[in-house]
């Protein structure tokens, strides 16, 4: 079983539509999950932060996390085109490295808003 | 805003060539790490550095690679001789500290030929 996995999509959704991305974990050391957005050939950029379980928002992105299932997602209201870009989760073990947040990522899922 | 600047963006060398991607990361942040994502696939963790010396590394970070903050404001990846299969964009992130989020550079598109 892959430490991290998420659905690579593409995914392509109508401007305005409630998009949800999720991954799963297996690994019970990860207490940090991110979400980054990555545009074609650029680096990735943090959306979303969070340590603990239950919902955080953030303006049009909220981000889930359920530790007891190993399931994390984001969900984008009211989507738009420059929201398209790849979607990419991440985690890390506090601690784990005794220095540093080693970060194991998700795959990426690609995400198309269409007008 | 501050970001994490590398430099070049793009760097094509011949198999069995020494290559040094340069980044110069975020001013107050005391932990760099190099990560890379070969075309198609997901990104992956090289080596993580703290306070001089490496903090991690991964299984792919073998004796071909090396890394080094030269000054106080770069942090180097050397791979000394590099092979096809090196071919990835290779992003340089910092953090402000071991549990806060690490910001990403652009990337250095890295093409062995």
């Known amino acids: 079983q892959k430490e991290v996995e998420q659905d690579p999509g593409p995914l392509s959704v109508p401007e305005g539509a409630i998009v949800s991305l999720n991954c799963t974990y297996s690994?019970?050391?990860?207490?940090?999950f991110m979400w980054y957005r990555q545009y074609s050939r650029k680096g990735p950029e943090l959306l979303m932060y969070t340590y603990s379980s239950g919902n955080k928002e953030d303006g049009r992105f909220t981000a889930q996390v359920d530790k007891s299932s190993k399931y994390i997602s984001l969900f984008i209201r009211d989507s738009q085109p420059s929201d398209s870009a790849t979607y990419l989760c991440?985690?890390?073990?506090?601690?784990?490295?005794?220095?540093?947040?080693?970060?194991?990522f998700g795959t990426g899922t690609q995400l198309k808003v269409e007008l | 805003e501050p970001e994490v600047t590398q430099t070049p963006s793009h760097q094509v060398t011949q198999m069995g060539q020494e290559v040094i991607l340069r980044c110069v990361p975020i001013?107050?942040?005391?932990?760099f790490y190099w990560y890379r994502q070969i075309l198609g696939q997901k990104v992956e963790f090289l080596v993580s550095?703290?306070?001089?010396?490496?903090?991690?590394k991964s299984e792919i970070f073998d004796d071909q690679f090396s890394v080094e903050r030269p000054d106080g404001s770069n942090f180097t990846l050397k791979i000394r001789s590099t092979k096809l299969e090196d071919s990835a964009m290779y992003f340089c992130?910092?953090?402000?500290?071991?549990?806060?989020?690490?910001?990403f550079g652009q990337g250095t598109r890295l093409t062995v030929v």
């Open positions: 690994n019970s050391a990860f207490q940090y």
């Open positions: 991440a985690m890390s073990a506090r601690g784990l490295t005794g220095g540093g947040n080693k970060l194991t």
């Open positions: 550095f703290y306070n001089n010396e490496i903090s991690e």
């Open positions: 001013s107050n942040h005391l932990y």
């Open positions: 992130a910092s953090s402000e500290n071991r549990n806060t989020e690490a910001f």
